[in-house]
Nanobody, 113 residues
Framework: VQLVESGGRLAQAGGSLRLSCAAS????????MKWVRQAPGKGVELVSS????????DYAESVKGRFTISRDNAKNTLYLQLNSLKPEDTAVYYC???????RGRGTRVTVSS
């Protein structure tokens, strides 16, 4: 199993980013996937999840209405669209298979005010 996140960068508050997670080594469409994040000095926070066919999504209250999770099973890729960014969104973002602990190296999002 390999998960490779990308798309993180420095952004202004109110701006947008799109994160991607390229998955390989397993049948991507069979699994619920999630995005988690870890802000500096804080624990891991579940941000969003999506079921195998993309028909069901869930979001943390802190990002609801601003972030959108999606997936392209043909490309084995998970996405997270981040809109209306806030400084408190600053974190390293990771994608994970639901129920598993392994994750990639993450992608760093820094939001300046």
């Amino acid at each position: 199993v390999q998960l490779v996140e990308s798309g993180g960068r420095l952004a202004q508050a109110g701006g947008s980013l799109r994160l991607s997670c390229a998955a390989s080594g397993f049948t991507f469409s069979d699994y619920v996937m999630k995005w988690v994040r870890q802000a500096p000095g804080k624990g891991v926070e579940l941000v969003s999840s999506i079921n195998g066919d993309g028909s069901r999504t869930d979001y943390a209250e802190s990002v609801k209405g601003r972030f959108t999770i999606s997936r392209d099973n043909a490309k084995n890729t998970l996405y997270l669209q981040l809109n209306s960014l806030k400084p408190e969104d600053t974190a390293v973002y990771y994608c994970q298979i639901w129920g598993e602990l392994r994750r990639g190296r993450g992608t760093r999002v820094t939001v300046s005010s």
